[in-house]
């Protein structure tokens, strides 16, 4: 049962600002990916680091109902141990709860022969198919059946064969996904038009540092050499790398409302493109090599920042996950940005709710919109629609005029861990009440 609860915000108006250190969790799509591999081990794997939220809550409940032992021994720590996985067959209600679901067909397909799912459902921002996904499986020389909502793949008898697959668009999860099947495949398999996120090197070391051989993740061209033996933890211990989108949403807040704000534990070199725009429209900041800090903001008055161009793309351009905290921001700038979200098509529909804020944006179509500012923004009455954008309504509530109720907050709770604790320590206004 999803709990009904709201966030209740007192908006800052300009007149407060916040300030503190805000440290960064473990990354969501980081972990998702290496809790997805532990059915290409032989032994129990540990998770260190992991984020208090619901989707890797989700993604635990996934993996233990194929009949793996997953043992959590505390918020941030969590053993797999894949040795009792009993079925080929995925949950249904769990996998279509959850999009990143799709990620643990490859290894469940190497482990078993035979992997079955029902389809992961589009979601609010895109339909969301999996053709790259069956693509590449038939690559590997599975057969693929689809029966109603529901798809059974066999590998054949042998195993997976090595394939050379290009990726006709570039996507994080298949490329995720298709590296780890390829680890257990017959051969050498090459990944072209492959996605760059930090998130794929990132797995490719927990699988090189388990027996893998992976070349080239965090390029284009990822080669992967296969092998028959399952890959072996023996004891090393995975930690996840911080959360780059976190990092970015709290770097949005505090540019538009933080006076002193210090983003720690953090890798500033993932929000390169971030920081580099912020720069670009006024913002000062300053990088070390785990920290982020905004300081003497306040000297900066909005009306003096400058408009921006904004067009969402794959690492390392501009991430659209970040799209609608930015899309915030430039309600603030002096002057006309436009917005480009060229990943998904449904990602621009939070901007009525801004609108309605007092926002001035207008569409030019689902994937381009205009943003005139500054504009003094009302507090309202929200749903959260998805995890960004209810975090964009987060930031749009903090610097508005008045008081806010975000509802839905189970979509911030996928991604991000315990929100309004860690946004109160740097003094927002901000309760979570039952409804
Ligand atoms: N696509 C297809 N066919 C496919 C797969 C993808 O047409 O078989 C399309 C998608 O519809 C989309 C584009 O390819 O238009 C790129 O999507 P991608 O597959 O890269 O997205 P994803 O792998 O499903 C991951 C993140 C998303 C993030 C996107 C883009 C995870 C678990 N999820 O999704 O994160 O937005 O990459 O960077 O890594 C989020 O965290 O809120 C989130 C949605």
């Given at each position: 049962m999803i709990p009904r609860e709201q966030f209740h915000i007192s908006g800052l108006a300009g007149e407060k600002a916040l300030s503190g250190t805000i440290p960064i969790r473990g990354a969501k799509n980081a972990v998702l990916p290496a809790m997805a591999a532990a059915p290409l081990f032989a032994d129990a794997l540990t998770y260190t680091n992991?984020?208090?939220i619901e989707d890797v809550g989700r993604m635990s409940e996934l993996i233990e109902a194929s009949g793996a032992h997953v043992d959590r021994q505390s918020i941030r720590r969590t053993t797999i141990d894949p040795r009792y996985i009993n079925t080929h067959a995925l949950s249904d209600d769990l996998s279509k709860r959850l999009r990143a679901s799709i990620i643990l067909t490859g290894p469940m397909l190497a482990r078993c022969g035979r992997v079955s799912f029902a389809h992961p459902g589009g979601c609010v921002i895109g339909a969301r198919p999996i053709d790259i996904f069956l693509d590449g499986f038939r690559k590997m020389g599975a057969r693929v059946r689809r029966r109603g909502e529901r798809y059974d793949i066999h590998a054949p008898d042998d195993g997976l064969y090595a394939a050379d697959i290009f990726f006709k668009l570039v996507s994080v999860t298949a490329t995720e996904t298709f590296m780890m099947a390829a680890t257990r495949a017959r051969g050498t398999t090459v990944l072209r038009n492959a996605a760059m996120e930090p998130e794929i090197e990132d797995l490719a070391n927990l699988l090189n540092t388990c027996g893998a051989r992976i070349e080239?993740?965090?390029?284009p061209t990822i080669t992967i050499h296969g092998r028959k033996q399952p890959l072996r933890a023996r004891g090393h211990t995975y930690r996840a790398m911080p959360d780059r989108i976190e990092a970015g949403s709290f770097l949005i807040l505090a540019a538009l409302a933080g006076d002193d704000i210090r983003i720690t534990h953090c890798n500033p070199k993932h929000v390169d493109i971030l920081i580099e725009l912020l720069r670009e429209s006024g913002v000062p900041i300053e990088t070390e090599r785990s920290a982020i800090t905004i300081s003497g903001n306040r000297r900066v008055r909005t009306d003096t920042l400058t408009p921006l161009s904004i067009r969402t793309h794959e690492y390392p351009g501009f991430p659209t996950d970040l799209q609608a905290p930015m899309t915030v921001f430039l309600t603030q700038v002096n002057g006309e940005s436009v917005v480009f979200e060229t990943i998904f098509e449904n990602r621009l529909n939070y901007t009525q709710d801004l609108i309605t804020m007092g926002a001035d944006i207008t569409m030019w179509d689902p994937h381009r919109i205009m943003i005139r500012g500054p504009q003094t923004l009302r507090g309202h009455e929200l749903d959260g629609p998805d995890i960004r954008a209810g975090l964009a309504f987060i930031i749009a509530a903090a610097i508005a005029k008045g008081e806010s109720l975000i509802n839905n907050t189970y979509y911030i709770d996928r991604g991000y861990e315990r929100i309004e604790t860690r946004l109160q320590d740097i003094g927002l206004d901000i309760t979570r009440v039952a409804v």
């Open positions: 992991l984020p208090d080239g993740a965090g390029t």
